[in-house]
């Protein structure tokens, strides 16, 4: 998720500086909502028009324990709703353009859904959305959101509502409707020249007078349903798919390569993700970049530039992804704190230990920025991170716990945990984590943990320090014998209050 997601990135910033307190946005008890369980989405691009034509069945279920007798869903905010129906039943609708609670200019088509006989707990229906849309963006809210039907490039991303999320104008439930992993197919009838990308499998597609329709479906549960569609041409190389726009063949190329050696590294570690090939599909400059599930959409400049070639790892990294509840995913430790460690092993494997510090550096930099704005993060553990809404910091202090794990463990402890985590019939939580560690450590990880993964204080300072992680792993291995006495003989002094940095 978006860097996960780019967008979502930067929303978060943007929630962040509007000071919205997190509570605020959970009000509505998830219990009386209901969740999408599955799409099929069938669209007619017309890019001259700047237009298309959908038809969305969406399956949704109440996954509670009362009856639902209104469905909320949302919308992108030039659209136009020609009917909606629940096969087999029947149902009235409200149609409304609303702001997001907490950003007002943020505005979509609510489409309040009621079907004549509720909803019971456990059942799930069918409701049957045909639409028109004419996709402008909305990049008055959000610059890099330029999603367009356009015949230079069309681009449809989850964040525009470009098919019917299920949820309120709350901003919690907007992201938590594009999180919801889903089956999909798509169906998408483009004019004949163009090519489509979509992160999901492809199934066969077929001409049709001057039009190709091409068929997607999911490669299991995804969250995200992106479609470009653009003259791309197809460089195929290292297990990878690359979409790129016309004369960028050859930056696609080496991007290959790399990208196939970074692949090769985390599969050493971590064995094979699910899905096998791997697609990266271009974005003009200024869209952002972002990760699906075993794709990236990625923008043009990154084909050429060395230096952030570390942020496609992180991406690509992101490909191995540990399942857990909702309320865990918000405090971004599985997948950020996870990927940034991945993409700091595999920075080290590929282009050196000084490139590798200097991110590990960076990251403390970070760090110490959101404590600044943040006081409250200095004394919060990972477990509070959702809540307090305090995420950016595992991109940060989450992937040092990662690196102190490994200099206290060895790397190969380390990927036994997260392979642990991976497992795909699991849902991982803290308590499972711990439970990984303390199975591996043979007796030297209790302080580790209680600094690392209980209350933030020490290992707060430790991000605030100058310490290598292999010198802070150390510490734990001169203690390995430890009870609560000896850990206090090594963290003698009190720690010292973190100044409130001026805004
Ligand atoms: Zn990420």
């Known amino acids: 998720m978006r860097h996960h997601t780019l967008i979502l990135a930067h929303l978060l910033v943007l929630w962040v500086a509007c000071g919205q307190?997190?509570?605020?946005?959970?009000?509505?008890?998830?219990?009386?909502?209901?969740?999408?369980?599955?799409?099929?989405?069938?669209?007619?691009?017309?890019?001259?028009?700047?237009?298309?034509?959908?038809?969305?069945?969406?399956?949704?279920?109440?996954?509670?324990?009362?009856?639902?007798?209104?469905?909320?869903?949302?919308?992108?905010?030039?659209?136009?709703?020609?009917?909606?129906?629940?096969?087999?039943?029947?149902?009235?609708?409200?149609?409304?353009?609303?702001?997001l609670r907490e950003f007002p200019n943020f505005q979509f088509r609510r489409l309040q859904v009621s079907p004549r006989e509720p909803v019971r707990p456990g059942q799930a229906i069918v409701l049957d959305i045909k639409y028109t849309i004419a996709l402008r963006g909305y990049a008055e809210v959000l610059p890099y959101?330029?999603?367009?039907?356009?015949?230079?490039?069309?681009?449809?991303?989850?964040?525009?509502?470009y098919y019917p999320l299920v949820g309120g104008n709350r901003w919690a439930e907007y992201l938590a409707a594009q999180a919801q992993p889903v089956d999909y197919t798509l169906s998408v009838d483009a004019p004949?020249?163009?090519?489509?990308?979509?992160?999901?499998?492809?199934?066969?597609?077929?001409?049709?007078?001057?039009?190709?329709?091409?068929?997607?479906?999911?490669?299991?549960?995804?969250?995200?349903?992106?479609i470009a569609v653009a003259p791309f041409e197809?460089?195929?190389?290292?297990?990878?798919?690359?979409?790129?726009?016309?004369?960028?063949?050859?930056?696609?190329?080496?991007?290959?390569?790399?990208?196939?050696?970074?692949?090769?590294?985390?599969?050493?570690?971590?064995?094979?993700?699910?899905?096998?090939?791997?697609?990266?599909?271009?974005?003009?400059?200024?869209f952002g970049s972002q990760a699906g599930d075993g794709y990236l959409l990625q923008e043009s400049a990154a084909f050429t530039d060395a230096a952030s070639l570390h942020e496609l790892f992180h991406e690509l990294a992101h490909g191995w992804r540990i399942s857990t509840s909702s309320d865990l995913a918000r405090t971004r430790w599985f997948d950020e704190a996870v990927a940034t460690y991945l993409e700091l092993g595999a920075t080290r494997a590929l282009q050196g230990?000084?490139?590798?510090?200097?991110?590990?550096?960076?990251?403390?930099?970070?760090?110490?920025?959101?404590?600044?704005?943040?006081?409250?993060?200095?004394?919060?553990?990972?477990?509070?991170?959702?809540?307090?809404?305090?995420?950016?910091?595992?991109?940060?202090?989450?992937?040092?716990?990662?690196?102190?794990?490994?200099?206290?463990?060895?790397?190969?402890?380390?990927?036994?945990?997260?392979?642990?985590?991976?497992?795909?019939?699991?849902?991982?939580?803290f308590d499972a984590l711990e439970d990984e560690v303390r199975a591996r450590c043979r007796g030297v990880c209790d302080a580790f943990l209680r600094d690392w993964f209980g209350n933030g204080k020490a290992s707060t300072e430790f991000m605030l320090g100058r310490e290598s992680a292999a010198e802070l792993a150390e510490r734990y291995r001169r203690t390995s014998s430890t009870d609560q006495a000896s850990h206090r003989a090594v963290f003698p002094q009190p720690l010292a209050t973190q100044p409130a940095a001026q805004p």
């Open 192 to 226: 004949a020249g163009l090519a489509v990308a979509s992160g999901g499998r492809r199934l066969e597609s077929g001409p049709v007078g001057e039009r190709v329709i091409h068929r997607f479906a999911s490669r299991g549960k995804s969250s995200r349903m992106d």
């Open 21 to 99: 307190p997190a509570a605020e946005a959970m009000t509505e008890d998830p219990q009386t909502m209901a969740v999408p369980l599955r799409y099929d989405l069938s669209i007619v691009i017309e890019p001259k028009e700047g237009e298309a034509r959908v038809r969305a069945r969406v399956t949704i279920r109440n996954p509670g324990i009362s009856p639902i007798s209104s469905i909320s869903l949302l919308l992108y905010r030039l659209s136009s709703v020609e009917s909606l129906t629940v096969p087999g039943s029947e149902a009235s609708f409200s149609d409304q353009l609303v702001g």
């Open 145 to 161: 959101l330029k999603d367009s039907i356009d015949p230079g490039y069309t681009l449809f991303r989850p964040e525009t509502a």
């Open 353 to 429: 230990d000084e490139a590798a510090t200097a991110l590990a550096n960076g990251l403390r930099a970070r760090f110490a920025k959101v404590l600044s704005k943040r006081p409250e993060l200095g004394g919060a553990s990972f477990r509070e991170y959702g809540t307090l809404e305090l995420g950016d910091a595992s991109y940060s202090k989450g992937a040092w716990s990662l690196l102190v794990m490994e200099q206290l463990m060895g790397e190969a402890a380390v990927d036994q945990v997260l392979r642990g985590l991976l497992a795909r019939d699991k849902v991982a939580s």
């Open 234 to 286: 197809q460089v195929e190389q290292e297990g990878l798919l690359v979409h790129v726009l016309p004369g960028h063949a050859a930056g696609a190329r080496r991007l290959a390569v790399q990208l196939g050696a970074a692949r090769h590294y985390f599969q050493s570690r971590l064995g094979d993700v699910a899905g096998g090939e791997f697609q990266v599909i271009e974005v003009p400059a200024g």
